[in-house]
Antibody, heavy 122, light 107 residues
């Protein structure tokens, strides 16, 4: 079945780095746009980053622009989020989420992973 | 950035009742709006996209309407499994944005 599984979360200190992974299965990963969405404890959802299926376009939330980098490895069916210069306000559950359109833009998120927790604390 | 304002913040209702949730956008998003349901400890689930199209496997008691800046999610007859938090999301502009959520709780 279609599935996304995140990993790589953990506890880090402010200023440190972390790389999240999202392994996809059950669909042709190389043909779908992918996103990262986060949710701080007890708060709502915040879109973080987008990558077009072919890697030609990337967008970021202002809150992470210049610190986070989204990438993908189609040979491994895996999406990544490299997070540098982490701040306490980056503490959240990070979800990867798939766009439903094949090789096109939709913009909604039809499949979500279970999430991985990132805690930034001194 | 497009701001989405959901109302009410909390809706208290009984099983079998109809629930109506609202989402207002700070500028037009056409019909590029989605609704999600999130239960405690779970990832969100897509309910509606294109303002009114139900996602795969979503029961017919869920319906969406609206365009431009005013949108509504209706649940015709609340079931026990529908008590959750609901979010709207626009994908007309970058950055993608979500509303702050409406909690549907048992009265």
């Amino acid at each position: 079945q279609v599935q996304l599984v995140e990993s790589g979360g953990g506890v880090v200190q402010p200023g440190e780095s972390l790389r999240l992974s999202c392994e996809a299965s059950g669909f042709t990963f190389s043909k779908y746009n992918m996103n990262w969405v986060r949710q701080a404890p007890g708060k709502g959802l915040e879109w973080v980053a987008f990558m077009r299926y072919d890697g030609n376009n990337k967008y970021y939330a202002d809150s992470v622009q210049g610190r986070f980098t989204i990438s993908k490895d189609n040979s491994k069916n895996t999406l990544y989020l490299q997070m540098n210069s982490l701040k306490t306000e980056d503490t959240a559950v990070y979800y990867c989420a798939k766009d439903p359109a094949v090789a096109a833009y939709s913009g909604s998120f039809d499949i979500w992973g279970q999430g991985t927790m990132v805690t930034v604390s001194s | 950035e497009i701001v989405l304002t959901q109302s009410p913040a909390t809706l208290s209702a009984s099983p079998g009742e109809r629930a109506t949730l609202s989402c207002r956008a700070s500028q037009s998003v056409s019909i590029n709006l989605a609704w999600y349901q999130q239960k405690r400890g779970q990832a969100p689930r897509l309910l509606i996209y294109g303002a009114s199209t139900r996602a795969t496997g979503i029961p017919a008691r869920f319906s969406g309407s609206g365009s431009g800046t005013e949108f509504t999610l209706s649940i015709s007859s609340l079931q026990s499994e529908d008590f959750a938090v609901y979010y709207c999301q626009q994908y007309n502009n970058w950055p993608r944005t979500f509303g702050q959520g409406t909690t549907v709780e048992i009265k």
